[in-house]
């Protein structure tokens, strides 16, 4: 994020323009509440620090004298309130949920930012690292990604650059001390297993330290060390985290917050932008109006075109599948060809991945005008009840995180709601089905639905199996809920395009993926439906019907 191009909007704002102010606070939010939610890493004060530091922003906006110097003083702010809170909180005990809420900003940037490998374990790793070291790691993690720059790292510390670069290297090396104790905690090394037997499962600098000694000592925990990749390679480029807008509440909603929010001045569209998630811009395609995320297309979008859909292959599920994931048939709905044509009648079916290495067959292109999203461009649904809106014409993805390891057991499946007008599965991609092997995948995986060290994420009798990727087309409105219960998962919602939906189909095993993707659409109303879904608004939507009538 370069304050030159802010020079403008800044000086705007300085001189009382509040539509200046509106996008000033609407866009340099996310990264503060980036550099907080890592420093304090997701404890429950993320919020009064975030709070704190945007409005003494807005106070002191007319103290700055250089609009280019914007970032590395609203930086330094937001060092500054982290430290205060850590003063104050020094001599308080911590809060009986503490430990648990320290995870949650850790666990945020895996599922929003869909890190996998060893940028996951760069991720979970921070959970180990004392607060100073955090503090300092909030902001090279910005500075790897290319949103700060060293001066202006260094100056948020409140020290030289030739200091803060020892600091830096410090903390880099406590960083591989605790990405070692992430593998090995999820390796299968016996000595560990006797060493963490009193271990209550929260990451503190004792029990780093233990553990960082039988690593040092351990053959089988040092193996697992062999090529690992710089963590600054790994954070290079990542997107910031998205502002969740269950955070943004308390920002509008609060007592005192909206008290002080009202004495400097902020309009209602600079509270609407606090609860809505960071505004991600993608060659154009995303844009805000009205207080929407809306992905739109270009006037020449072609016409719909009546194509038939790729059949469904007949080869045999992997050999690793567990019995209670294999299709069903005598569950499985009818086939187009046996219903009448009418929208509705038709319903996913069961079936098994088609060849690895056979593209799909043509993806119809129905027409596109937009898709508005309730919860912005990416929506992350973690638990029982939480909820997105789409309403438009086009496309949308759903991307799955299943998490058996967590805990394993029957899944019950997301429900479209409320739906009005139409609503199709059109394609399914992302590079695997989630019961494809995971070739050399730790943590006791063999497929992305769990393994037999673990246990397995279970589908209803006759529910299709998910892809990694699963894109609809919606044409009018619909509410999607997550029904957690049982297994451990997660889902992710983004507003799409044919083109995207496209490409992912399209890359294959060559480009790095397990299999090509899947067309399911035929371009006409006889297309599949997904299983659960209903025109209905129940008041529990996990007891939607596996084949709802819509």
């Not at 395009?497 to 067309?519: C, E, F, H, L, S």
């Amino acid at each position: 994020m370069d304050t030159r191009q802010w020079r403008s909007t800044i000086a705007a704002a300085q001189a009382g323009d509040r539509h200046a102010l509106d996008e000033l606070v609407a866009g340099w939010l996310p990264l503060v509440y980036n550099i907080v939610g890592r420093a304090l890493n997701g404890h429950a004060d993320v919020d009064d620090v975030v709070q704190e530091t945007m409005l003494r922003a807005i106070g002191n906006l007319g103290a700055l004298r250089d609009p280019d110097s914007f970032r590395s003083w609203l930086v330094a702010i937001a060092m500054r309130q982290i430290r205060d809170r850590a003063r104050r909180r020094t001599s308080e005990p911590l809060a009986g949920d503490a430990g648990d809420r320290a995870a949650d900003f850790a666990e945020l940037t895996v599922l929003r930012l869909q890190l996998e490998g060893q940028r996951r374990e760069v991720a979970e790793a921070v959970r180990w690292l004392d607060d100073e070291d955090r503090q300092l790691l909030s902001l090279w993690w910005l500075e790897v990604a290319g949103e700060l720059t060293r001066r202006e790292l260094a100056a948020a510390v409140g020290i030289s650059r030739q200091y803060a670069a020892v600091r830096v290297q410090r903390m880099k090396e406590r960083l591989e001390v605790a990405r070692g104790i992430v593998r090995a905690l999820e390796g299968s090394c016996p000595e560990l297993a006797a060493v963490t037997a009193r271990w209550d499962g929260r990451p503190g600098s004792v029990w780093r330290k233990r553990l960082a000694r039988h690593i040092r000592d351990c053959p089988v925990c040092t193996g697992a060390e062999k090529a690992v990749v710089p963590a600054e390679r790994l954070l290079a480029g990542i997107a910031l985290v998205p502002v969740p807008a269950g955070f943004a509440l308390s920002l509008a909603l609060g007592g005192k917050t909206s008290a002080a929010a009202v004495s400097v001045g902020w309009s209602a569209k600079v509270l609407g932008a606090l609860t809505k998630p960071a505004v991600v811009v993608t060659a154009g395609a995303t844009i805000v109006a009205g207080g929407a995320y809306v992905v739109t297309r270009t006037p020449q979008t072609p016409p719909a075109r009546e194509i038939t859909p790729t059949a469904a292959s007949t080869a045999r599920p992997p050999a690793h599948t567990p019995p209670s994931l294999l299709p069903s048939p005598s569950t499985a709905s009818p086939s187009p060809s046996s219903t009448a044509d009418l929208y509705g009648t038709v319903v996913d079916s069961v079936d098994s991945a088609p060849p690895a290495n056979t593209p799909p067959g043509p993806l119809p292109h129905r027409p596109e005008s937009g898709i508005t999203s309730s919860g912005g461009p990416r929506t992350v649904l973690q638990h029982r009840g939480e909820s997105v809106t789409l309403r438009g014409q086009g496309y949308a993805l759903v991307r799955w995180y299943i998490a058996p390891k967590n805990r394993p057991g029957n899944l019950v499946m997301p429900a479209w709601t409320g739906l009005k007008g139409k609503l199709f599965h059109v394609a399914s991609g992302g590079g695997r089905r989630m019961d494809d092997a995971l070739a050399g995948s730790p943590g006791g995986y063999a497929t992305g639905m769990g393994g037999p060290t673990i246990g397995y994420a279970v589908l209803p009798a006759g529910t299709q199996q998910m892809w990694q990727n699963e894109y609809f087309y919606l044409d009018g409105s619909v509410t999607l809920t997550m029904n957690e219960r049982g297994c451990d998962y997660g889902i992710t919602v983004f507003p799409s395009n044919w083109d995207a939906v496209n490409k992912d189909i399209r890359t294959g095993p060559a480009q790095g993926a397990i299999r090509y993707g899947m067309v399911r659409d035929n371009g006409k109303d006889t297309a599949p439906v997904p299983q659960y879904v209903t025109r209905a608004t129940p008041a529990d939507p996990a007891t939607v019907p596996q084949r709802s009538e819509v």
